[in-house]
């Protein structure tokens, strides 16, 4: 069964960056679509971003859309979330995601979609 583990969260400024890592205990994430998710203390999770397994299909929440670029090396079997220009609105445990599709298909941001899941890595962003 496909293990997922995200890296990288922390505490940073406003306006700082964090970059989020998604290792799979398999080699290859070839036929998995990944995406991200965010859960804020009392709020439902949230798709924050999700990518297709050849990477060609990649969307973005409107919230995060020119801030966070999303990733992956299929051959190393990580995914990988750039978050730049933060803000304390982005503070969340931030989660990966993956589910098996075809080449093109993302996922999308419906948390149902996926059947694999990190424990997640908590984002804290505050002055």
């Known amino acids: 069964q496909l293990q997922l583990v995200e890296s990288g969260g922390g505490l940073v400024q406003p306006g700082g960056s964090l970059r989020l890592s998604c290792s799979a205990s398999e080699f290859t994430l070839d036929y998995y679509a990944i995406g991200w998710f965010r859960q804020a203390p009392g709020k439902e999770r949230e798709g924050v971003s999700c990518?297709?397994?050849?990477?060609?299909?990649?969307k973005y929440a409107d919230s995060v859309k020119g801030r966070f670029t999303i990733s992956r090396n299929n051959a190393e079997g990580t995914a990988y979330l750039q978050m730049n220009g933060l803000k304390p609105e982005d503070t969340a445990v931030y989660y990966c995601?993956?589910?098996?599709?075809?080449?093109?298909?993302?996922?999308?941001?419906?948390?149902?979609?996926?059947?694999?899941w990190g424990q997640g890595t908590q984002v804290t962003v505050s002055s």
């Open positions: 995601a993956a589910e098996v599709g075809g080449p093109s298909y993302s996922g999308g941001f419906d948390p149902d979609n996926y059947d694999y």
């Open positions: 990518i297709s397994s050849n990477g060609e299909v990649i």
